[in-house]
């Protein structure tokens, strides 16, 4: 339920919350587009799907952020005050299932792409997947705005049940696929594997803070902030892992890439101490 009613602490905290994912999606997404010539031809799909799911987020979250400031205003002189909610205008807690919806399947693309597996199983890691991500989704929305904690309770159980299914595929295949990989990338995708658990399981306790003996805008902002912090782990920061993986790879596939991209960090290096690098 959205609350009638925020403190000023709690208007600020949602507020600064917002901003900070926008600027995060934002620039992850700028730099992994300029990243591309950094890693081999065949591992920028990947790169260039992560900057659509950080691009996509960056959006969406422009439109909550104008949501949630029609949503509560304050007549209070400066801005600072209580603020109740605009008469006829609510909260869209709808903006965030739209792009879970879209960026969430495109998340597993472009780890499958990373990883450069076999076509076959590539192909059945996403029939697999993608369904499986997109009824999560949908099953969660539900619960998401019903008004009784009874709903929330079913949908969130039965949401649950593609999300495990999700990440026991996941967590399965990324540890087959270890020994497939350059020595150099198995830790980062190790880390990754952990990433995935971490950041996404966060989704699921931020869904139950309501449920969880809070209740009101305390239980409200929470909720927000679960979901902001999630994001830009689930993103942001799943998208750099991506790029390291990406760059792993190319060097590991390619030396002579490799050789020169490292005589390029070199020259940047001599550059900015004005020391020389000998040919």
């Known amino acids: 339920m959205i609350p009638e009613q925020l403190t000023q602490?709690?208007?600020?905290?949602?507020?600064?919350l917002l901003s900070l994912?926008?600027?995060?999606?934002l620039f992850t997404a700028l730099f992994l587009v300029a990243a591309q010539p950094r890693v081999l031809p065949r591992y920028r799909q990947?790169?260039?799907?992560?900057?659509?799911?950080?691009g996509i987020a960056a959006y969406h979250y422009f439109r909550i952020f104008d949501?949630?400031?029609d949503a509560f205003v304050t007549d209070a002189v400066g801005g600072r005050g209580t603020y109740t909610q605009a008469p006829g205008a609510s909260f869209n807690e709808g903006y965030r299932y739209v792009d879970?919806?879209?960026?969430v399947p495109l998340l597993l693309v472009e780890l499958v792409v990373v990883l450069a597996l076999a076509r076959k199983l590539q192909a059945s890691l996403l029939w697999r997947l993608i369904p499986a991500s997109a009824l999560m989704i949908a099953l969660g929305y539900p619960g998401e705005v019903a008004s009784s904690d009874a709903v929330r309770h079913v949908f969130g159980l039965l949401s649950t049940i593609p999300f495990l299914y999700i990440l026991y595929v996941l967590f399965v295949e990324l540890t087959k696929s270890l020994d497939r990989q350059p020595p150099a990338v198995r830790d980062t995708i190790s880390k990754l594997r952990i990433l995935l658990f971490a950041s996404w399981g966060v989704y699921p306790i931020a869904y139950l803070v309501p449920l969880l003996g809070f209740d009101g805008a305390d239980a409200w902002v929470g909720k927000q902030a679960g979901?902001?912090?999630?994001?830009i782990l689930a993103k942001?920061?799943?998208?750099l892992l991506i790029y390291r993986i990406a760059r792993l790879k190319s060097f590991a596939d390619d030396p002579a890439f490799a050789e020169a991209e490292e005589g390029t960090a070199e020259g940047h290096a001599s550059g900015r101490s004005g020391v020389q690098v000998p040919a």
């Open 9 to 16: 602490g709690q208007y600020d905290t949602v507020y600064n």
């Open 21 to 25: 994912v926008i600027a995060a999606q």
């Open 46 to 54: 990947a790169l260039l799907v992560s900057a659509v799911v950080c």
């Open 67 to 69: 949501s949630f400031r």
């Open 100 to 103: 879970w919806l879209l960026t």
């Open 227 to 231: 979901y902001s912090i999630a994001d």
């Open 236 to 239: 942001c920061l799943y998208g």
